[in-house]
């Protein structure tokens, strides 16, 4: 079993829809959480970052840890066609060098 | 947000040749690169941490002379792939610590670097 898992997709959505992506994890030592998006061709690209469990929200996108069960969530509202990508979950631990656990990646299309 | 520079972002080389991909953080300082290979539509695999002043940590499986990696300073590190043969081609991939001001963990990707070995 990896330790972080998530639904390669592909996800395909209507513009202006709310997305929900979602991967759970295994590791109870993992603290922090991070969301890449990843177009074809290019590098990962920081969308949200959190530590432990909570909300975060930053524009159009929310970010959600639930530690008790494990469950890494990220939401787009009003989905645009520019938000066809891949995305990427990651996990790490404290103290572990900084080393990230991905997700396998969920492919998202919107169509206008 | 901060930046990590990869050049060259594409390059064709012959098998049996070797290549230097390099990595720059241009606005933070790092101590600790990491380095990861992707093949097309699958995730990022860790190949090594890159440690600034110190040998590179590879992941098992992961030929440390065939991926040679120098961290010599904060803002540099380089991937050589060397003796490279076509199952070498991929998409090589950088990132970076900020292990200064308020993002504290965060980790920030480079652009990427395709290779092609003909």
């Known amino acids: 079993q990896k330790e972080v898992e998530q639904d390669p997709g592909p996800l395909s959505v209507p513009e202006g829809a709310i997305v929900s992506l979602n991967c759970t994890y295994s590791n109870s030592a993992f603290q922090y959480f991070m969301w890449y998006r990843q177009y074809s061709r290019k590098g990962p690209e920081l969308l949200m970052y959190t530590y432990s469990s909570g909300n975060k929200e930053d524009g159009r996108f929310t970010a959600q840890v639930d530690k008790s069960s494990k469950y890494i969530s990220l939401f787009i509202r009003d989905s645009q066609p520019s938000d066809s990508a891949t995305y990427l979950c990651?996990?790490?631990?404290?103290?572990?060098?900084?080393?990230?656990?991905f997700g396998g990646g969920t492919r998202l299309m919107v169509k206008p | 947000g901060a930046v990590v520079s990869q050049h060259p972002s594409r390059v064709i080389c012959k098998s049996g040749t070797s290549v230097k991909i390099e990595c720059r953080s241009l606005?933070?300082?790092?101590?600790?690169m990491f380095w990861y290979r992707q093949f097309p539509k699958q995730s990022l695999m860790l190949m090594a941490t890159?440690?600034?002043?110190?040998?590179?940590?590879?992941e098992q499986g992961v030929e440390k002379d065939k991926f040679l990696i120098n961290h010599a300073s904060l803002t540099l590190s380089t991937l050589t792939v060397t003796s490279a043969h076509p199952e070498d081609s991929s998409f090589y991939i950088c990132?970076?610590?900020?292990?200064?001001?308020?993002?504290?963990?965060?980790?920030?990707f480079g652009e990427g670097s395709w290779l092609t070995v003909v």
């Open positions: 890159s440690n600034e002043g110190s040998k590179a940590t590879y």
């Open positions: 990132s970076a610590r900020d292990s200064g001001g308020g993002t504290g963990n965060t980790i920030y």
């Open positions: 990651a996990s790490m631990k404290q103290n572990a060098g900084n080393m990230l656990t």
């Open positions: 606005d933070f300082q790092a101590t600790t």
